[in-house]
Structure formats: C-alpha cells, structure tokens
Nanobody, 123 residues
Framework: QVQVMESGGGLVQAGGSLRLSCTASALTFNNYNMGWFRQAPGKEREGISSITWSGMSKVYADSVKGRFTISRDNAKNTLYLQMNSLKPEDTAMYYC????????????????WGQGTQVTVSS
C-alpha cells in the first residue's frame, strides 16, 4: 500500500523559513512526478509547486515564485520544499502528492496523497 508522508511543518514568524520533506513508500520514487499543495481553512486546495520524476522540470504558483524551492533526492526517496520569506498568508495545511503520469499544479492530476503537515506563519 502506497504511503506518502510529509514532515517539517511548524510555527514560524513572518520572514522566516521552513523546509518541508516528503517520503513515499511502496512505490518506485524515482518513477513518480511529485507536487506540493496547500489548503487554508475555508479555501480550495492550491497547487504551489511540482517537479518531474527526473527533477529536470519544475513549476511554481505565482504566489510562491521566488520564495519557495522544490527539489528531490531520488537516492533518499525524498521530496523537499524550501520555504523562505514566509508570510502569514502562507499559513495552511501542506500536502505532498505523487503521480506516475502527470505533474503540475492541478490536484486532480495526482493519485497518491499524504495527510498533510501544518504550517503557521505569525505576523
């Protein structure tokens, strides 16, 4: 059974940084495209970044471009999201997702999902 698990969330002051990590079991990690999504209370899930299986292609939402960096280490079966210059509006539950075929910022394109890790940015 495929399991996707996020870690690294927490409480940080505005302007601070966090690095999220995501691991996946029961799948060949380096065959899967990965994505990061977030959902704030009362809002729809938003795609914020995605990376292809090889790491050669990446995409970012305008809301995080220049502040967040997605990366992956296939040898460690781990996906990362480095978040810098955090703002209160970045407060949300952050989710990692995996898909063999698709990548990008649409949540409906991803098959496997983690349970999420909470990021809270105080002003």
């Amino acid at each position: 059974q495929v399991q996707v698990m996020e870690s690294g969330g927490g409480l940080v002051q505005a302007g601070g940084s966090l690095r999220l990590s995501c691991t996946a079991s029961a799948l060949t990690f380096n065959n899967y495209n990965m994505g990061w999504f977030r959902q704030a209370p009362g809002k729809e899930r938003e795609g914020i970044s995605s990376i292809t299986w090889s790491g050669m292609s990446k995409v970012y939402a305008d809301s995080v471009k220049g502040r967040f960096t997605i990366s992956r280490d296939n040898a460690k079966n781990t996906l990362y999201l480095q978040m810098n210059s955090l703002k209160p509006e970045d407060t949300a539950m952050y989710y990692c997702a995996a898909d063999r075929t698709h990548w990008g910022l649409r949540s409906t394109d991803f098959r496997y999902w983690g349970q999420g890790t909470q990021v809270t940015v105080s002003s």
